[in-house]
């Protein structure tokens, strides 16, 4: 795995959520970024011209390379967003979707 | 008055001004013979030619002066043939797209004064118009997107839309394919006829030849009188908006809502006397968003990535002027506020006219005379 967490986590309070239908445990605290990253994540988005793989790259906000779908809206910053119980999170393969909330 | 870099002998034309409408004149000059040297102000300029929304447009153009609708009828009927000449020529595509356009209305009174306008402007043209008016359940099924606000609209078949920044690019490559020169950062602080031409001073050097044609935006108005000419063109501000990239919905552009090529939605519709300020405002902006999402009420959840103001080139009746100086023949002036548009005809009917071709038509209309005694700021 590319990523791993520093600490062992015993204490830290679990938090569930849907990455792409499948069920991943994240921990309060974590962001969209790092709890997908922490699960093996690579490849977050495929640009919308030209289909080039991206993942997130500053984890601050600046780059916007880490956008997915988060609760069905689209081109959400991953690395901005805290994770939440039962929270669905889905890639996009190009460009958003037009609907979507 | 310091020599030239250059004497008589190795330029035939220069052209002042590398935005849309200078390189499309530099590269239909050079495209018939002609040893062209185009100078570039730099990327301080105004630069219309990087801001504006990139409309192929033919609806509402022409009211009170029918001249101009034709004028603008043939450049867009050159547009595919012009389009394909430049992807052979430069392998740059520059998303043309004419499918038809529509001018969203959101108020009866809006539709009538538009329907007015066409019945007028057809009645003037006295040839084939396929202009129409569409009610509100016309407009939604061709774009179901569109909201419940839209009384109607007015539909052009004609109408269409490309990128101006690729048209740009696509022009410049055309040029220097053609062995066009090219001098970058060059601002034109005077010009001198002399015997046999003119010389032209910029921060670059002085060049000469025999013809110079003006094509220098808001420049054009103190340029022009240097060569008996004028071009009382005023700058007219309009703000964009510019959506993240969204998946295809809208093929047909709207008068203030287009979606480009890569999926993003380009907004605006301000016209505002704000001198030479190219700055935006938080009140047009939010003027010209809170339109497009009463017109397509999903844009109302897409992010807004940038915004940007920028300068018409506006003459006193909004009507292009291409003169040539009669007092010191060989210079011209060419400026409008439509360079997309009339990039095909800028490129080709007007190049044919500067080499010594035929006066088109239209062009008598287009005189900077008509603005003679009228007192203009």
């Known amino acids: 795995m590319a990523w791993q967490r520093i600490e062992d986590g015993s204490d830290a309070v679990p938090v569930r959520l849907v990455v792409e239908g499948r069920p991943v445990q994240a921990r309060a605290g974590d962001t969209v970024a790092a709890a997908m990253l922490a699960v093996g994540v690579a490849v977050f988005r495929e640009t919308p011209v030209s289909g080039a793989p991206r993942a997130p790259l500053c984890m601050m906000g600046v780059c916007f390379d880490c956008l997915v779908e988060v609760d069905g809206r689209p081109n959400v910053q991953a690395c901005m967003t805290p994770v939440a119980e039962g929270m669905q999170i889905c890639l996009q393969h190009g460009a958003r979707r037009p609907e979507g909330a | 008055m310091s020599g030239a870099a250059n004497d008589f002998g190795d330029i035939d034309t220069i052209v002042v001004g590398g935005g849309v409408v200078g390189l499309s004149l530099a590269y239909g000059l050079k495209k018939a013979g002609e040893r062209v040297l185009l100078l570039d102000e730099g990327d301080d300029a105004y630069r219309a030619a990087r801001g504006n929304f990139g409309l192929v447009w033919v609806q509402g153009k022409g009211l009170g002066c029918p001249?101009?609708?034709?004028?603008?009828?043939?450049?867009?009927?050159?547009?595919?043939?012009?389009?394909?000449?430049?992807?052979?020529?430069?392998?740059?595509?520059?998303?043309?797209s004419q499918i038809g356009g529509l001018t969203m209305c959101l108020h009866d009174d809006e539709m009538a004064e538009r329907a007015a306008q066409l019945t007028r402007l057809r009645h003037d043209l006295a040839q084939a118009y396929p202009v129409e008016m569409w009610d509100g359940a016309a407009v939604r099924k061709l774009i179901p997107q569109t909201g419940p606000d839209v009384v109607g609209a007015v539909w052009c078949p004609l109408d269409g839309h490309a990128s101006p920044l690729r048209l740009l690019r696509a022009l410049l490559q055309g040029y220097d394919s053609l062995g066009g020169r090219l001098a970058a950062g060059s601002r034109v602080e005077a010009i001198t006829p002399r015997a046999g031409g003119f010389h032209v001073r910029t921060t670059f050097g002085t060049f000469a030849a025999p013809k110079v044609v003006l094509a220098a935006g808001l420049g054009n108005r103190t340029l022009a009188p240097q060569v008996g000419l004028t071009a009382p063109v005023a700058p007219n501000r309009g703000q964009i908006l510019v959506t993240e990239r969204v998946q295809p919905f809208l093929r047909h552009p709207t008068l203030y809502v287009r979606q480009t090529g890569e999926g993003v939605l380009q907004i605006g519709d301000s016209k505002e006397d704000a001198g030479f300020d190219d700055g935006t405002t938080l009140a047009q902006l939010s003027r010209i968003a809170a339109r497009a999402v009463r017109?397509?009420?999903?844009?109302?959840?897409?992010?807004?990535?940038?915004?940007?103001?920028?300068?018409?080139?506006?003459?006193?009746?909004?009507?292009?002027?291409?003169?040539?100086?009669?007092?010191?023949?060989?210079?011209?002036?060419?400026t409008c506020h439509s360079g997309i548009t009339l990039a095909p005809q800028h490129a080709g009917a007007l190049v044919d006219w500067i080499l010594g071709g035929t006066e088109p038509q239209p062009l008598q209309h287009f005189k900077a005379e008509r603005f003679d005694g009228m007192a203009t700021h």
């Not at chain 2, 450049?75 to 595919?80: F, I, K, M």
């Not at chain 2, 003459?315 to 003169?323: A, C, K, M, T, V």
């Open chain 2, 67 to 96: 001249a101009y609708a034709r004028w603008t009828m043939q450049s867009a009927a050159a547009w595919p043939a012009f389009a394909d000449e430049l992807r052979e020529r430069t392998g740059v595509d520059v998303e043309l």
């Open chain 2, 295 to 334: 017109c397509f009420p999903l844009l109302e959840r897409m992010n807004i990535v940038r915004t940007w103001g920028a300068l018409r080139v506006m003459s006193p009746d909004g009507l292009p002027i291409y003169q040539a100086s009669t007092r010191h023949p060989g210079a011209f002036v060419i």
